[in-house]
């Protein structure tokens, strides 16, 4: 397993934008599929967006129209662009990566039990 690392989060107002990145901490030959969790005070850890092998990306109906989930393939980095961002978006934010290849069946995120390397998070807090 590869510890990922997590950067980019910060304080922001609602309606502002923050973006994240998610590296390896070491090398490696890259990752079948990679993703983005939160998990805010009280509550489970959830899917926010995720790429397959195949690059088809899907998201969580609560962030479609304003994150956009990214790769740079070559330096196995991992970004969400968020945009538009409320104070329901406060919350630590996690890089998710799966060894293996994976591919969606339908709109709907893969759970969180098929990652196998995850990151330490950042938080993202928004004020209203």
């Known amino acids: 397993q590869v510890q990922l690392v997590e950067s980019g989060g910060g304080s922001v107002q609602a309606g502002g934008s923050l973006r994240l990145s998610c590296a390896p901490s070491?090398?490696?030959?890259?990752?079948?599929?990679m993703g983005w969790f939160r998990q805010a005070p009280g509550k489970e850890r959830e899917g926010v967006a995720a790429?397959?092998?195949?690059?088809?990306?899907n998201y969580a109906d609560s962030v479609k129209g304003r994150f956009t989930i990214s790769q740079d393939i070559a330096k196995k980095t991992l970004y969400l662009q968020m945009n538009s961002l409320k104070f329901e978006d406060t919350a630590m934010y996690y890089c998710?990566?799966?060894?293996?290849?994976?591919?969606?069946?339908?709109?709907?995120?893969?759970?969180?039990?098929?990652?196998?390397?995850w990151g330490q998070g950042t938080q993202v807090t928004v004020s209203s």
């Open positions: 070491e090398y490696t030959d890259g990752f079948g599929c």
């Open positions: 790429i397959d092998s195949d690059g088809k990306i």
């Open positions: 998710a990566a799966r060894t293996n290849r994976c591919w969606f069946r339908s709109t709907v995120l893969f759970g969180r039990e098929i990652y196998n390397n």
